[in-house]
């Protein structure tokens, strides 16, 4: 459903002087079936959102192609609907000035033209959420009621895959635990894709059935989750060996 082809990207130096380009990407390739939850685990800075961001067509690679059921990102109209997206940051993802009705119906209005607040409030009802939140504003929300409805908002244009960029980074414990759970009975009720984009390995092994280990814009090693223990690539081993050991 979506493959990633030998993709490059590199971002200009801030240094007016020099030629060179920062590469951040280097011969990436995957591929992700459907309903599969494919976790990319790397350190800050390592690439991850530059990658979410190609997928979901924001940026373009300089070489390679991203493709959705055999078709290029690229194309905007062919994308929509398809592929959504929930990132770190919700209080800048989320219009301020829009209510939790608005925010979700936008989103509804990408798949279909007729939708209704019923709708709304049981998507809601989905995220765990009740009708009193739909003309609520975000700064009336807790961070964790953000993030279910940035959630709710990423199902309401009824995608196939979900890129989830660092979605529970900035949650409470806690809460984390209990989002993860909430995205695990979602990926079922609605037989969605996750791309699954985190630093936190311990969240990726709990929801992913597959892992990528993502190094300076490289990839390590890809490992279905059940082999956690048995990484054959150093860095790989060091990584999960500080987290298992605990
Ligand atoms: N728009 C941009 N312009 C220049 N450099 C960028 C841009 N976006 C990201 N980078 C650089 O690319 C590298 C990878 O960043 P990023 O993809 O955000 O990593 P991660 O999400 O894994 O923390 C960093 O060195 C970052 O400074
Ligand atoms: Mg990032």
Do not use: W
């Not at 030998?6 to 240094?15: L, W």
């Amino acid at each position: 459903m979506l493959e990633v082809k030998n993709v490059f990207k590199s971002y200009k130096k801030p240094d007016f002087f020099t030629m060179k380009r920062n590469m951040v990407l280097h011969d990436v390739s995957f591929s992700m079936d459907e309903n599969e939850c494919l976790g990319i685990i790397g350190e800050s800075g390592s690439g991850k959102s530059t990658l979410s961001r190609l997928i979901l067509g924001i940026e373009a690679p300089d070489r390679g192609e991203v493709l959705i059921n055999r078709k290029s990102v690229k194309n905007r109209r062919e994308r929509k609907g398809i592929v959504s997206a929930v990132f770190q940051d919700y209080t800048s993802s989320i219009n301020p000035s829009a209510t939790v009705h608005d925010t979700i119906l936008e989103s509804m209005q990408i798949s279909k033209t007729k939708f209704n607040r019923q709708e709304a409030i049981e998507l809601l009802n989905k995220v765990g959420l009740s009708e009193d939140y739909l003309y609520r504003h975000p700064h009336e929300l807790s961070g964790g009621e953000v993030q279910r409805v940035c959630i709710a908002r990423a199902i309401a244009s009824k995608p196939m895959l979900i890129v989830l960029d660092e979605a529970i980074s900035s949650l409470d414990a806690s809460i984390q635990v209990t989002i993860l759970d909430l995205l695990k009975n979602l990926k079922k009720e609605y037989n969605l894709s996750y791309l699954f984009i985190t630093h936190d390995i311990q969240a990726a092994a709990y929801i992913c059935d597959k892992l990528i280990i993502f190094k300076d814009g490289k990839i390590v090693e890809k490992i279905k989750t059940e082999d956690i223990k048995n990484v054959k690539e150093d860095y790989s081993k060091q990584l999960f060996n500080a987290v298992l050991a605990v």
